[in-house]
Protein backbone atom coordinates (compact mmCIF):
# COMPACT_ATOMS: atom_id res chain seq x y z
CA UNK A 1 0.00 0.00 0.00
CA UNK A 2 2.89 2.03 0.44
CA UNK A 3 4.65 1.22 -1.91
CA UNK A 4 1.81 2.27 -4.29
CA UNK A 5 1.54 5.55 -2.30
CA UNK A 6 5.33 5.89 -3.37
CA UNK A 7 4.82 5.20 -6.76
CA UNK A 8 2.09 7.32 -7.48
CA UNK A 9 3.78 10.52 -6.02
CA UNK A 10 6.60 10.20 -8.03
CA UNK A 11 4.96 9.96 -11.31
CA UNK A 12 2.57 13.05 -10.16
CA UNK A 13 6.06 14.57 -9.75
CA UNK A 14 7.04 13.38 -13.10
CA UNK A 15 4.04 14.88 -14.44
CA UNK A 16 4.50 17.82 -12.68
CA UNK A 17 7.88 18.56 -13.82
CA UNK A 18 6.99 17.48 -17.46
CA UNK A 19 4.15 19.68 -17.70
CA UNK A 20 6.44 22.57 -16.22
CA UNK A 21 9.45 21.69 -18.43
CA UNK A 22 6.71 22.07 -21.37
CA UNK A 23 5.03 25.49 -20.24
CA UNK A 24 8.87 26.49 -20.02
CA UNK A 25 10.01 25.33 -23.41
CA UNK A 26 7.00 27.04 -25.10
CA UNK A 27 7.53 30.21 -23.46
CA UNK A 28 10.73 29.88 -24.43
CA UNK A 29 9.72 29.39 -28.29
CA UNK A 30 7.25 32.50 -27.64
CA UNK A 31 10.17 34.79 -26.54
CA UNK A 32 12.34 33.12 -29.02
CA UNK A 33 9.24 34.04 -31.77
CA UNK A 34 8.91 37.30 -30.87
CA UNK A 35 12.84 38.19 -30.89
CA UNK A 36 12.90 36.88 -33.96
CA UNK A 37 9.93 38.79 -35.09
CA UNK A 38 11.45 41.78 -33.88
CA UNK A 39 15.06 41.40 -35.12
CA UNK A 40 13.53 40.81 -38.98
CA UNK A 41 11.30 44.10 -38.61
CA UNK A 42 14.63 46.02 -37.60
CA UNK A 43 16.31 44.66 -40.54
CA UNK A 44 14.03 45.32 -42.89
CA UNK A 45 13.59 48.97 -41.80
CA UNK A 46 17.59 48.66 -42.09
CA UNK A 47 18.08 47.34 -45.19
CA UNK A 48 15.26 50.29 -46.15
CA UNK A 49 17.51 52.95 -44.80
CA UNK A 50 20.64 51.35 -46.60
CA UNK A 51 18.74 51.73 -49.78
CA UNK A 52 18.08 55.48 -49.34
CA UNK A 53 21.93 56.17 -48.53
CA UNK A 54 21.11 56.62 -44.48
CA UNK A 55 24.34 54.60 -43.91
CA UNK A 56 24.97 55.14 -40.42
CA UNK A 57 21.40 55.08 -39.11
CA UNK A 58 21.26 51.43 -41.16
CA UNK A 59 24.02 50.39 -39.48
CA UNK A 60 22.28 51.14 -35.69
CA UNK A 61 19.48 49.46 -36.72
CA UNK A 62 21.34 46.70 -38.45
CA UNK A 63 23.11 46.18 -34.53
CA UNK A 64 19.48 46.74 -32.78
CA UNK A 65 18.51 42.94 -35.06
CA UNK A 66 21.61 41.38 -34.00
CA UNK A 67 21.01 42.71 -29.96
CA UNK A 68 17.49 41.05 -30.40
CA UNK A 69 17.75 37.94 -32.53
CA UNK A 70 17.84 35.30 -29.49
CA UNK A 71 20.82 33.34 -32.09
CA UNK A 72 24.49 34.68 -30.69
CA UNK A 73 26.44 32.13 -32.27
CA UNK A 74 28.27 31.49 -34.78
CA UNK A 75 28.63 27.55 -34.46
CA UNK A 76 28.48 25.07 -37.28
CA UNK A 77 24.80 23.93 -35.96
CA UNK A 78 23.22 26.97 -36.25
CA UNK A 79 20.28 26.09 -38.42
CA UNK A 80 20.28 27.82 -42.26
CA UNK A 81 17.72 30.93 -41.31
CA UNK A 82 19.81 31.78 -37.91
CA UNK A 83 22.93 31.38 -40.07
CA UNK A 84 21.36 33.88 -43.04
CA UNK A 85 20.28 36.22 -40.46
CA UNK A 86 23.59 36.67 -38.66
CA UNK A 87 25.38 36.61 -42.16
CA UNK A 88 23.26 39.00 -44.11
CA UNK A 89 23.64 41.75 -40.84
CA UNK A 90 27.29 42.00 -40.45
CA UNK A 91 27.22 41.62 -44.15
CA UNK A 92 25.76 44.80 -44.51
CA UNK A 93 27.14 46.84 -42.11
CA UNK A 94 30.00 45.68 -43.24
CA UNK A 95 28.76 46.95 -46.49
CA UNK A 96 27.45 50.27 -45.29
CA UNK A 97 30.66 51.07 -43.47
CA UNK A 98 32.52 50.33 -46.73
CA UNK A 99 29.89 53.16 -48.72
CA UNK A 100 31.34 55.35 -45.98
CA UNK A 101 35.07 55.04 -46.45
CA UNK A 102 35.46 53.41 -43.06
CA UNK A 103 37.68 50.86 -44.07
CA UNK A 104 38.68 49.36 -40.74
CA UNK A 105 34.91 48.89 -39.66
CA UNK A 106 33.97 47.12 -42.82
CA UNK A 107 36.78 44.44 -42.65
CA UNK A 108 36.25 43.78 -39.32
CA UNK A 109 32.54 43.07 -40.22
CA UNK A 110 33.34 40.84 -43.18
CA UNK A 111 35.41 38.99 -40.86
CA UNK A 112 32.28 38.62 -38.39
CA UNK A 113 30.31 37.45 -41.39
CA UNK A 114 32.75 34.99 -42.60
CA UNK A 115 32.81 33.55 -38.89
CA UNK A 116 29.05 32.24 -39.47
CA UNK A 117 30.53 28.62 -40.03
CA UNK A 118 27.15 27.98 -41.24
CA UNK A 119 26.45 30.52 -43.93
CA UNK A 120 26.74 28.94 -47.66
CA UNK A 121 29.52 29.01 -49.48
CA UNK A 122 27.74 31.81 -52.35
CA UNK A 123 27.29 34.37 -49.18
CA UNK A 124 31.29 33.88 -48.04
CA UNK A 125 32.30 34.56 -51.32
CA UNK A 126 30.68 37.71 -51.33
CA UNK A 127 32.16 38.23 -47.86
CA UNK A 128 35.78 37.34 -49.34
CA UNK A 129 35.19 39.77 -52.61
CA UNK A 130 34.77 42.72 -50.13
CA UNK A 131 37.17 42.53 -47.57
CA UNK A 132 39.65 42.21 -50.60
CA UNK A 133 38.05 45.07 -51.97
CA UNK A 134 38.23 47.09 -48.78
CA UNK A 135 42.44 46.08 -48.68
CA UNK A 136 42.47 47.09 -52.19
CA UNK A 137 40.70 51.01 -51.59
CA UNK A 138 43.29 51.29 -48.40
CA UNK A 139 46.17 50.70 -50.25
CA UNK A 140 44.86 53.47 -53.66
CA UNK A 141 43.51 55.67 -50.19
CA UNK A 142 47.52 55.42 -48.74
CA UNK A 143 49.07 55.72 -52.59
CA UNK A 144 46.58 59.02 -52.93
CA UNK A 145 45.10 57.18 -56.23
CA UNK A 146 42.04 56.70 -55.02
CA UNK A 147 39.23 56.59 -57.65
CA UNK A 148 36.28 55.35 -59.11
CA UNK A 149 36.77 51.95 -60.39
CA UNK A 150 35.98 48.66 -59.60
CA UNK A 151 36.86 48.63 -56.46
CA UNK A 152 35.32 51.81 -55.45
CA UNK A 153 31.62 52.48 -54.44
CA UNK A 154 31.01 56.21 -54.99
CA UNK A 155 28.63 58.06 -52.64
CA UNK A 156 27.73 61.40 -51.35
CA UNK A 157 29.77 61.67 -48.26
CA UNK A 158 31.62 63.70 -46.10
CA UNK A 159 34.45 61.66 -44.62
CA UNK A 160 38.49 62.27 -43.98
CA UNK A 161 41.09 60.50 -42.22
CA UNK A 162 43.56 62.18 -40.34
CA UNK A 163 46.97 62.90 -40.67
CA UNK A 164 47.87 60.61 -37.70
CA UNK A 165 45.01 57.85 -39.49
CA UNK A 166 47.19 57.85 -42.69
CA UNK A 167 50.47 57.12 -40.92
CA UNK A 168 48.58 54.40 -39.51
CA UNK A 169 47.93 53.25 -42.43
CA UNK A 170 51.09 53.43 -44.74
CA UNK A 171 52.85 51.80 -41.51
CA UNK A 172 50.06 48.85 -41.78
CA UNK A 173 50.61 48.79 -45.67
CA UNK A 174 54.47 48.80 -45.21
CA UNK A 175 54.29 45.93 -42.82
CA UNK A 176 51.65 43.80 -44.28
CA UNK A 177 51.20 44.67 -47.53
CA UNK A 178 47.29 45.69 -48.64
CA UNK A 179 47.44 44.12 -52.12
CA UNK A 180 48.99 40.89 -50.40
CA UNK A 181 46.10 40.66 -48.08
CA UNK A 182 43.54 41.19 -50.86
CA UNK A 183 45.22 38.94 -52.97
CA UNK A 184 44.16 36.65 -50.31
CA UNK A 185 41.14 37.19 -49.81
CA UNK A 186 40.62 36.88 -53.91
CA UNK A 187 42.03 33.89 -53.63
CA UNK A 188 40.42 32.33 -50.63
CA UNK A 189 37.40 33.37 -52.69
CA UNK A 190 38.57 31.72 -56.30
CA UNK A 191 39.35 28.73 -54.76
CA UNK A 192 35.59 28.69 -52.97
CA UNK A 193 34.16 28.95 -56.01
CA UNK A 194 36.29 28.25 -59.24
CA UNK A 195 33.70 29.51 -61.46
CA UNK A 196 33.61 32.78 -59.88
CA UNK A 197 34.90 34.88 -62.20
CA UNK A 198 35.08 37.91 -60.40
CA UNK A 199 37.18 36.57 -57.86
CA UNK A 200 39.55 35.32 -60.80
CA UNK A 201 39.95 39.17 -62.36
CA UNK A 202 40.54 40.50 -59.40
CA UNK A 203 43.06 37.74 -58.09
CA UNK A 204 45.03 38.39 -61.36
CA UNK A 205 45.09 42.36 -60.49
CA UNK A 206 46.69 41.90 -57.24
CA UNK A 207 49.27 38.99 -59.14
CA UNK A 208 49.84 41.96 -61.80
CA UNK A 209 50.81 44.65 -59.07
CA UNK A 210 53.13 42.34 -56.94
CA UNK A 211 54.65 41.63 -60.24
CA UNK A 212 53.64 37.91 -60.67
CA UNK A 213 53.14 37.85 -64.24
CA UNK A 214 52.84 34.22 -64.58
CA UNK A 215 50.49 33.70 -61.85
CA UNK A 216 48.33 36.96 -63.56
CA UNK A 217 48.65 34.97 -66.58
CA UNK A 218 46.81 31.82 -65.35
CA UNK A 219 44.30 33.99 -63.44
CA UNK A 220 43.40 35.56 -66.32
CA UNK A 221 42.80 32.98 -68.56
CA UNK A 222 40.49 31.38 -66.01
CA UNK A 223 38.80 34.46 -66.53
CA UNK A 224 38.46 34.45 -70.06
CA UNK A 225 37.98 30.61 -70.66
CA UNK A 226 34.21 31.15 -68.82
CA UNK A 227 33.68 34.30 -70.41
CA UNK A 228 34.93 35.54 -73.69
CA UNK A 229 33.41 39.04 -73.18
CA UNK A 230 34.54 39.44 -69.72
CA UNK A 231 34.70 43.22 -69.10
CA UNK A 232 38.11 44.92 -68.28
CA UNK A 233 37.25 46.64 -65.87
CA UNK A 234 40.65 47.94 -64.68
CA UNK A 235 41.64 48.61 -67.86
CA UNK A 236 44.77 45.91 -67.82
CA UNK A 237 47.11 45.44 -70.47
CA UNK A 238 47.70 42.43 -69.86
CA UNK A 239 44.17 41.39 -69.49
CA UNK A 240 43.76 42.25 -73.39
CA UNK A 241 47.38 41.15 -73.93
CA UNK A 242 45.28 37.15 -73.48
CA UNK A 243 42.12 38.22 -75.28
CA UNK A 244 44.08 39.35 -78.38
CA UNK A 245 46.71 35.62 -78.02
CA UNK A 246 43.61 33.90 -77.90
CA UNK A 247 42.24 34.98 -80.66
CA UNK A 248 39.33 37.09 -78.83
CA UNK A 249 38.96 40.65 -80.98
CA UNK A 250 38.96 43.93 -78.10
CA UNK A 251 36.91 47.02 -79.18
CA UNK A 252 39.43 49.54 -80.72
CA UNK A 253 37.36 52.42 -79.24
CA UNK A 254 38.50 51.00 -75.65
CA UNK A 255 42.36 50.68 -76.51
CA UNK A 256 42.59 54.05 -78.10
CA UNK A 257 40.97 55.86 -74.73
CA UNK A 258 43.07 53.68 -72.48
CA UNK A 259 44.83 55.53 -69.83
CA UNK A 260 46.76 52.07 -68.71
CA UNK A 261 48.94 52.18 -65.20
CA UNK A 262 52.05 51.30 -65.07
CA UNK A 263 51.83 48.21 -62.96
CA UNK A 264 54.72 45.98 -64.94
CA UNK A 265 58.59 46.37 -62.94
CA UNK A 266 61.75 46.57 -64.88
CA UNK A 267 64.83 45.25 -63.54
CA UNK A 268 65.96 48.83 -63.26
CA UNK A 269 62.95 49.36 -61.51
CA UNK A 270 60.79 51.50 -63.56
CA UNK A 271 56.95 50.83 -63.74
CA UNK A 272 55.79 50.21 -67.89
CA UNK A 273 52.59 49.73 -69.04
CA UNK A 274 52.79 46.31 -70.85
CA UNK A 275 54.83 42.98 -70.39
CA UNK A 276 56.04 43.60 -73.99
CA UNK A 277 57.40 47.30 -72.42
CA UNK A 278 58.97 45.24 -69.52
CA UNK A 279 60.59 42.92 -71.80
CA UNK A 280 62.85 45.57 -73.58
CA UNK A 281 63.31 47.57 -70.74
CA UNK A 282 65.19 44.45 -69.77
CA UNK A 283 67.18 43.94 -73.21
CA UNK A 284 68.20 47.14 -73.13
CA UNK A 285 69.40 46.81 -69.45
CA UNK A 286 70.93 43.50 -70.05
CA UNK A 287 72.84 44.79 -72.83
CA UNK A 288 74.24 48.06 -70.93
CA UNK A 289 71.83 50.83 -72.48
CA UNK A 290 71.08 53.22 -70.18
CA UNK A 291 67.06 54.28 -71.61
CA UNK A 292 64.52 56.70 -70.49
CA UNK A 293 60.91 55.51 -70.23
CA UNK A 294 58.15 57.33 -71.67
CA UNK A 295 59.74 60.47 -72.27
CA UNK A 296 58.70 63.52 -73.70
CA UNK A 297 60.22 64.95 -77.12
CA UNK A 298 60.63 68.73 -77.15
CA UNK A 299 61.21 68.94 -80.97
CA UNK A 300 58.18 67.33 -81.99
CA UNK A 301 55.45 69.56 -83.76
CA UNK A 302 53.00 67.66 -81.65
CA UNK A 303 52.10 68.43 -78.16
CA UNK A 304 52.97 65.92 -76.01
CA UNK A 305 54.33 63.85 -78.10
CA UNK A 306 55.96 60.60 -76.69
CA UNK A 307 58.08 57.76 -76.75
CA UNK A 308 58.19 54.61 -75.08
CA UNK A 309 61.93 54.39 -74.66
CA UNK A 310 65.12 56.65 -75.47
CA UNK A 311 68.80 55.79 -75.49
CA UNK A 312 71.11 58.14 -75.56
CA UNK A 313 73.67 56.34 -75.92
CA UNK A 314 72.31 55.91 -79.49
CA UNK A 315 70.19 58.80 -80.05
CA UNK A 316 67.15 56.43 -80.81
CA UNK A 317 63.97 56.23 -80.01
CA UNK A 318 61.99 52.83 -79.30
CA UNK A 319 57.93 52.96 -79.67
CA UNK A 320 55.85 49.80 -78.92
CA UNK A 321 53.05 49.94 -80.88
CA UNK A 322 50.74 46.66 -80.14
CA UNK A 323 47.54 47.22 -81.18
CA UNK A 324 49.19 47.97 -85.12
CA UNK A 325 46.59 45.17 -86.54
CA UNK A 326 43.72 47.60 -85.80
CA UNK A 327 42.82 50.32 -88.45
CA UNK A 328 42.02 53.13 -86.26
CA UNK A 329 45.35 52.67 -84.39
CA UNK A 330 47.03 52.71 -87.74
CA UNK A 331 46.33 56.54 -88.19
CA UNK A 332 47.87 57.13 -85.16
CA UNK A 333 50.85 54.82 -85.64
CA UNK A 334 51.25 56.47 -88.94
CA UNK A 335 51.03 59.76 -87.61
CA UNK A 336 53.83 59.22 -85.36
CA UNK A 337 56.20 57.71 -87.59
CA UNK A 338 55.70 60.56 -89.84
CA UNK A 339 57.04 62.77 -87.00
CA UNK A 340 60.05 60.95 -86.49
CA UNK A 341 60.66 61.24 -90.21
CA UNK A 342 60.24 64.80 -90.75
CA UNK A 343 62.59 65.84 -87.77
CA UNK A 344 65.07 63.09 -88.97
CA UNK A 345 65.30 60.90 -85.40
CA UNK A 346 66.59 57.45 -85.61
CA UNK A 347 63.63 55.14 -84.18
CA UNK A 348 62.73 51.44 -84.50
CA UNK A 349 59.49 50.23 -83.46
CA UNK A 350 58.22 47.16 -81.78
CA UNK A 351 55.01 45.56 -83.27
CA UNK A 352 52.25 42.85 -82.18
CA UNK A 353 53.89 40.67 -84.34
CA UNK A 354 57.10 40.99 -82.82
CA UNK A 355 56.21 40.12 -79.55
CA UNK A 356 56.42 36.54 -80.32
CA UNK A 357 59.88 36.45 -80.27
CA UNK A 358 60.51 40.29 -78.88
CA UNK A 359 64.05 39.42 -77.74
CA UNK A 360 64.98 38.70 -81.91
CA UNK A 361 62.89 41.45 -83.12
CA UNK A 362 64.66 43.65 -80.87
CA UNK A 363 68.71 42.50 -82.11
CA UNK A 364 67.53 43.00 -85.17
CA UNK A 365 65.61 46.34 -85.62
CA UNK A 366 68.60 47.81 -83.45
CA UNK A 367 71.03 46.31 -86.17
CA UNK A 368 71.76 49.51 -87.80
CA UNK A 369 72.62 51.19 -84.59
CA UNK A 370 74.49 48.90 -82.26
CA UNK A 371 75.81 45.00 -82.34
CA UNK A 372 74.49 42.69 -79.90
Known amino acids: ?38 AEELKREADRLAQLKQYQTAIEEYNKALEFYPYKGTEQELFKSAAEFLFKCNYNIAACYSYLDSFDEAISHFDRALKVEAAEDENKVRALMGKGSTFYRKKLFVEGRYKAGAYRISMDADWEVSDKKLEEYKKEDQKKGYVKLAHECFSSAAELDRSQVDAWYSKGHMEVLMNRIKDAVQSFDNVINSNKSYENKENLAL ?122 SIKLKMKPYIVL
Open 1 to 38: MVIRHIKRFFESQKKKFAELRKDKDQQKSFRETEEMRK
Open 239 to 360: FDEIKREKGIQIKASELMERDTEPNFRTKTGHLVKTRAEMEIANFLFDNSLLFQYNTAATWADKDNFRASFYVPKLDLYIDHHPYDYLKEYQKVMKTKLKEYDKHKKKHIYISSEDEKNIEE
